[in-house]
């Protein structure tokens, strides 16, 4: 089994090659909004690293979101390009599910609140619970005020991670009884990902065909919003 994971569903590109026995190879960057620019050499690169062919690869990984729209377009329509050409698989894992896992990975074995920074003030979150297999997802992911995550918070001795519980950081903690992580478990790590889409693999979850893979967006995008809120009809002004 060789897993190429595609992360791009924040302001982190990041590509890794990986297979039963763990990560081979990884490259990633701040995105500053090029993922476009940077996903296609970030996997060419990724590849040459691990000295693996596209044709090794048994299984696409990629990160569905939720996180930046332009982001998530690029890095699953990618992923599903790729698995298409190569008739294989694809295996899709939340942001918020990966930056759980990497704490689990880090060691943490309490409740996990992942949140991811969903602009105009809101954050992506979902709660984990450690086990021996990393995290175990006990809330889905869904959109809130960081007031209102801070509230659900309080005094459950949660570690917060990702770049939303970062930016709100002040918010989260002043409910009390939770740590925010550092900037090491601020974004999800494609090495994470291969990892995490390696165990579901390996303990049966299939990989599914491209055409089901669908982004998790929680929300539409800034531009259609937008958009909708110009073209809405007005009332007619009569003289």
Same mark, same amino acid.
Request: aromatic share 4%; hydrophobic share 50%.
């Given at each position: 089994?060789?897993?190429?994971?595609?992360?791009?569903?924040?302001?982190?590109?990041?590509?890794?090659?990986?297979?039963?026995?763990?990560?081979?190879?990884?490259?990633?960057?701040?995105?500053?909004?090029?993922?476009?620019?940077?996903?296609?050499?970030?996997?060419?690169?990724?590849?040459?690293?691990?000295?693996?062919?596209?044709?090794?690869?048994?299984?696409?990984?990629?990160?569905?979101?939720?996180?930046?729209?332009?982001?998530?377009?690029?890095?699953?329509?990618?992923?599903?390009?790729?698995?298409?050409?190569?008739?294989?698989?694809?295996?899709?894992?939340?942001?918020? %599910? #990966? @930056?759980? /896992?990497? *704490? &689990?990975?880090?060691?943490?074995? $309490?409740?996990? !609140?992942?949140?991811?920074?969903?602009? =105009?003030?809101?954050?992506?979150?979902?709660?984990?619970?450690?086990?021996?297999?990393?995290?175990?997802?006990?809330?889905?992911?869904?959109?809130?005020?960081?007031?209102?995550?801070?509230?659900?918070?309080?005094?459950?001795?949660?570690?917060?991670?990702?770049?939303?519980?970062?930016?709100?950081?002040?918010?989260?903690?002043?409910?009390?009884?939770?740590?925010?992580?550092?900037?090491?478990?601020?974004?999800?790590?494609? %090495? #994470? @990902?291969? /990892?995490? *889409? &390696?165990?579901?693999?390996?303990? $049966?979850?299939? !990989?599914?065909?491209?055409?089901?893979? =669908?982004?998790?967006?929680?929300?539409?995008?800034?531009?259609?919003?937008?958009?909708?809120?110009?073209?809405?009809?007005?009332?007619?002004?009569?003289?």
């Amino acid at each position: 089994m060789i897993l190429l994971g595609i992360e791009s569903a924040t302001e982190l590109v990041g590509v890794a090659v990986g297979d039963d026995s763990g990560p081979r190879a990884g490259v990633w960057a701040a995105g500053r909004r090029r993922h476009g620019e940077a996903l296609a050499p970030a996997v060419v690169h990724a590849l040459e690293q691990a000295e693996v062919a596209l044709e090794d690869l048994t299984a696409i990984a990629v990160d569905v979101g939720p996180g930046l729209f332009t982001g998530l377009r690029v890095g699953v329509a990618t992923a599903k390009g790729l698995a298409q050409g190569l008739g294989i698989g694809v295996v899709g894992l939340t942001s918020l %599910e #990966v @930056l759980a /896992a990497a *704490a &689990a990975d880090a060691g943490w074995s $309490g409740p996990v !609140a992942a949140a991811v920074d969903a602009r =105009r003030g809101e954050v992506f979150a979902a709660w984990y619970r450690g086990s021996e297999g990393g995290a175990v997802e006990t809330s889905p992911p869904a959109r809130y005020a960081p007031e209102a995550l801070a509230a659900e918070l309080a005094s459950t001795g949660a570690l917060v991670v990702g770049d939303g519980a970062r930016r709100y950081a002040g918010v989260l903690a002043a409910g009390g009884g939770v740590t925010v992580a550092g900037a090491s478990l601020a974004a999800p790590r494609p %090495e #994470v @990902l291969v /990892a995490l *889409a &390696a165990r579901r693999l390996a303990d $049966g979850a299939p !990989a599914v065909p491209p055409a089901e893979v =669908r982004p998790v967006y929680l929300r539409e995008a800034d531009a259609r919003s937008n958009w909708s809120q110009r073209a809405a009809p007005t009332e007619p002004r009569w003289p």
